[in-house]
């Protein structure tokens, strides 16, 4: 049996920079940018700090079925490294949590315990951005006719 390849998250961020299927590039104006689809990117950007498939650890938290929060996490042990399926480490956040517990919680899991103490903001951004987009939309108000409308109005539901 061979022993598992260690190779520098350097090395392996030269060789996919350019060529990746994560790449996602957009015109914005006259400029190009460039995105990342990667599921350990917390920002979405293609760069080096937040490849997730760069790095050793890594970060990821999506929104789930009922309101749940889901975080990966990327293990960090050799037994793991030539098995990618087994890598990725699932936690989940039921609904009834509030954002705050839930950033709490995952800051607890991962910057606490120095596992990629640089990405709490982004990944507290990302958390209250996906309980935004679980909430309900309001219905809208009716509109209170004010002034010479409203005198309209009035006077309409006076004659019918």
Known sequence: MTEPVNVSGDLLWEIVRKQSSYIVKRKVGGNAIVFSRDPLNLRN??????????????????????????????????KYSNKPASVINKTVFKGNKSTRKIAAAVVGQTAKIYY?????????????????????????????????????????????
């Open 45 to 78: 950007t293609h760069s080096r700090k937040h490849s997730g498939s760069v790095n050793e650890k890594a970060i990821g938290i999506y929104g789930g079925e009922k309101d749940s929060v889901i975080l990966y996490t990327k293990k960090n042990h050799e």
């Open 116 to 160: 990629r103490p640089d990405l709490r903001k982004d990944a507290a951004a990302r958390i209250s951005a996906i309980k935004a987009s679980q909430r309900p939309l309001k219905e809208d108000r009716p509109v209170k006719l004010r002034g010479a409308k409203a005198a309209k109005a009035a006077a309409a539901e006076k004659k019918a």
